[in-house]
């Protein structure tokens, strides 16, 4: 979840964005033959870029914060990659005291969705709806149920103008905590499709209390995910009638640790039959072990995928996108460091891929059909293709 005191801890760490662009031949050529040019983004000094949707290598949207009177205001940003430049585009930022972006769907040239939240001076705050419409940005409104309050949108996607969807967390009053949200447009209006708000792991009832990751394949087949879990990964469908939750694989034992949780981190899919989820499994105890997470969905079940073997492996992972069943990528920190680490997805195995020198993490990876990928942080940024 993103809510206000999360996004602050972050200020020092991310001023800045990078963007590293490409475009895979084969798999064997997108680790040894792709070459990268800077594309620095714009005020990069000022802001911090939350998500990336590509359409293509020529068409991208990235939304975030912009950070205003020393950091005392923070409001909504948005860039746009037309192939050549980044363009810094004018977002509304209704609270003018924190207004924030943390998702972006890129539907066409004339349609686009950003999500986030808004954090008035009381310290209230609610679920923060953008659309692009070829020419600005406006705020629209989101859906409301009687007993949600505290709403914070984490995430969107979509598969057409009418199919729209935003996840994250509300409190709701009925059962007097936080609970996964998920709001959906069907072309004219916003609405809260109800969700499962528990599932169960080890044979103990939890409850969700945010979503985080998300991917739609269709109007029938839609993933959400959290990383707030147990022993289990927490993952619901949409089938074109209701969300329900799909069991995971279950944890018990780190390196001889008991599992405290596992959370997904992202989610990325190139059909009903190719979903990855991938995050962190992390342990008990002050120094708990970490391991990185690695599943797919193959249209009939969640299973565990072997990590990359060696010391270069990453401990967890921040994002996953995948250009087709034999081409995947994740992204993580290299042990012990805050540089990026990539892993590639061949279609039988996973493995470690070397990154251009970076003097900054990166967070996010996105993809555009079969072609274009596009990986987001920040202090740099970069362009590649394959020629």
């Known amino acids: 979840m993103r809510r206000p005191g999360a996004l602050a801890a972050t200020v020092a760490g991310f001023s800045a964005a990078a963007v590293l662009v490409m475009s895979p031949m084969t798999a064997q050529a997108a680790g040894a033959d792709t070459t990268f040019t800077p594309i620095p983004p714009v005020n990069s000094g000022t802001m911090q870029l939350m998500s990336i949707s590509p359409k293509s290598a020529s068409d991208a949207w990235a939304v975030g914060v912009d950070y205003l009177n020393a950091n005392t205001v923070i409001a909504t940003r948005a860039e746009h ?7 810094v585009t004018p977002t509304p930022s209704p609270t003018g005291n924190v207004d924030i972006l943390n998702g972006v769907a ?3 040239p004339s349609d686009a969705w950003a999500a986030g939240y808004s954090q008035n001076t009381a310290g209230t705050y609610s679920a923060l709806l953008e659309q692009w419409n070829g020419t600005r940005w406006a705020t629209a409104p989101g859906g409301k149920a009687a007993a949600s309050s505290q709403e914070t949108l984490n995430v969107v996607a979509a598969t057409s103008p009418n199919d729209v969807w935003a996840a994250g967390e509300h409190f709701d009053s009925s059962v007097g905590g936080f609970v996964g949200l998920i709001e959906h447009f069907d072309g004219t209006a916003w609405s809260i499709v109800p969700n499962p708000d528990s599932y169960t792991s080890n044979g103990i009832q939890h409850s969700v209390p945010s979503w985080n990751a998300i991917v739609a394949n269709s109007a029938s087949d839609v993933w959400v995910a959290s990383n707030s879990g147990s022993q289990t990964a927490v993952v619901e469908h949409w089938d074109g009638t209701a969300w329900s939750v799909i069991p995971t694989p279950q944890f018990t034992v780190l390196n001889g640790v008991s599992v405290n949780e596992v959370a ?9 039959n190719d979903v990855w989820a991938v995050g962190t499994i992390t342990g008990f105890g002050r120094h708990a072990p970490r391991e990185q997470l690695l599943e797919h969905w193959n249209g009939t079940a969640w299973s565990v995928v072997s990590s990359p073997s060696g010391t270069a492996t990453p401990q967890g992972l921040s994002s996953v996108a995948a250009l087709s069943p034999t081409d995947a990528w994740a992204l993580g920190f290299q042990p012990g460091t805050a540089n990026p680490a990539l892993q590639h997805w061949d279609g039988t195995a996973w493995s470690n891929v070397a990154v251009p020198s970076l003097s900054g993490a990166l967070t996010e990876l996105a993809a555009a059909p079969t072609s274009t990928l596009i990986a987001l942080g920040n202090t740099q940024a970069f362009l590649s293709t394959n020629g």
């Open 106 to 108: 890129n539907i066409s």
């Open 81 to 87: 990659w037309n192939g050549t430049a980044w363009k």
């Open 264 to 272: 997904v981190d992202g989610l990325a899919a190139t059909s009903a």
